[in-house]
C-alpha cells in the first residue's frame, strides 16, 4: 500500500512537472502572440496584421500583433526565440532579418536554424534597379556602359549597410565589374528619394518603395533583381534578362515559430496561411505592396532560408561588412 502511495504521489509530481501537450486538434486554445521586430506601419507590419486578421477569423481565437523594434530586427528576433516551445508565440519577419543579420552582426541574439523553424513563406518582393532621368540610359547594358566610362564617378543610394538594398547593388557592381560609389542612408525612404532628386542618380529599391516615383516619372526602371519579371511592373525586364542571372535578390515575408513548437502545430498554421496568401482580398492587398502571394512546402522553406544564408553570408564576407 505504500509503494502504491508513493507511485502515485511520483506520478502525480511528474504530471505537474512535465510541460503541457498542445495539440492541433485543440490549438489554439487562447490568444497567440505574433511578434513582429519592426516599427508599426512598415511593410512586414501591415502583412502581419493582415494575415492575423485572417488567422484570428479562421481559427476562432485572436493573433495579436506585437511590435519589438531595436538594433536592426535583433531583439523581436532574440524575444521570439526565447518564447516558449507551445504555439502561442509566433514571428512574422523578412528574410534580411531571419538570414542576413546573423552574418553581419557579432552577437546576433539567435541562430535562424537552431532557434526557429519555417511556418509559411506568405509573400515575396525584391528589387528594382532605378535611375534619375537625367542619365542617358533605357536599359541596363546602357548603364553599365555609361558607368565604365567614367569609373567612380557615379553614387548608388542604398538604406544603409546590410540592407537588401545595399547588398543587391554589390551583387550588380560585382557582376558588371563596375565601379560605383556607395551612399548609405537611413531608410528606404530617403534613399529613394535621394535618387529622385537626383543626388545620387542610381538605387535599388522594393517596388513599394519606387513604384511612385516611377509613374510619376522621376526614376526610371531598367530592371527587376529577380529570375522573372513581377505583377506590378510588367514591362520592366528582370536582371536575367538582362543578362545578369546572379544579381537576383528575391525576397520572402513570412511567419516562423520556435523550434521545438510541435510538427502538428506548425502544419496546422502552415495550411491556413497558404489559405490566406490565396484570398482576394489578401492578394490585392500585398499587390498594392509590391508583393506577391507564395506558399512553398516546409521543406522547400527550409531549403530555401538555408540557401539564402550562404549566399549573402559569402558576400557579406567578402565585402567585410559588420554591423553592431
Not at 507551445?86 to 534580411?96: A, E, I, R, S, W
Request: with cysteine; net charge neutral.
Amino acid at each position: 500500500m505504500v509503494n502504491m502511495l508513493r507511485r502515485s504521489l511520483l506520478l502525480g509530481a511528474a504530471c505537474l512537472a512535465a510541460p503541457a501537450i498542445v495539440r492541433a486538434d485543440t490549438y489554439p486554445a487562447r490568444p497567440v502572440k505574433v511578434i513582429v521586430p519592426f516599427a508599426p506601419g512598415g511593410q512586414t507590419d501591415v502583412i502581419a496584421r493582415f494575415l492575423a486578421q485572417k488567422l484570428s477569423e479562421h481559427l476562432g481565437q485572436q493573433f495579436v500583433v506585437e511590435n519589438k523594434s531595436g538594433a536592426g530586427g535583433n531583439i523581436g528576433m532574440g524575444l521570439a526565440a526565447q518564447a516558449s516551445p507551445d504555439g502561442y508565440t509566433l514571428l512574422f519577419t523578412d528574410g534580411t532579418t531571419f538570414v542576413v543579420n546573423p552574418n553581419l552582426y557579432d552577437k546576433a541574439p539567435y541562430d535562424p536554424f537552431k532557434d526557429f523553424q519555417p511556418v509559411s513563406l506568405s509573400v515575396t518582393t525584391t528589387q528594382v534597379l532605378v535611375v534619375h532621368p537625367s542619365l542617358p540610359v533605357a536599359t541596363v547594358a546602357e548603364l553599365v556602359a555609361l558607368v565604365k566610362s567614367k569609373p567612380n564617378t557615379y553614387s548608388i543610394a542604398s538604406p544603409g549597410i546590410g540592407t537588401p538594398g545595399h547588398l543587391t547593388g554589390e551583387l550588380f557592381k560585382a557582376a558588371a565589374g563596375l565601379d560605383l560609389i556607395h551612399v548609405p542612408f537611413g531608410g528606404g525612404g530617403l534613399a529613394i528619394n535621394s535618387a529622385a532628386a537626383g543626388h545620387t542618380p542610381i538605387a535599388f529599391g522594393s517596388p513599394a518603395a519606387t513604384m511612385s516615383q516611377i509613374t510619376g516619372g522621376k526614376l526610371r526602371a531598367l530592371a527587376v533583381a529577380s529570375k522573372k519579371r513581377i505583377a506590378s511592373l510588367p514591362d520592366v525586364p528582370s536582371m536575367t534578362e538582362a543578362g545578369y542571372p546572379s544579381v537576383e535578390s528575391d525576397a520572402w515575408v513570412g511567419c516562423v515559430a520556435p523550434a521545438a513548437v510541435p510538427k502538428d502545430i506548425v502544419g496546422l498554421l502552415h495550411r491556413e496561411m497558404g489559405k490566406a496568401v490565396l484570398l482576394a482580398d489578401v492578394k490585392e492587398r500585398v499587390a498594392a505592396l509590391g508583393f506577391e502571394p507564395y506558399d512553398p512546402s516546409l521543406d522547400a522553406s527550409t531549403t530555401r532560408m538555408r540557401e539564402e544564408s550562404d549566399k549573402w553570408a559569402k558576400l557579406i564576407r567578402a565585402l567585410s561588412l559588420k554591423a553592431g
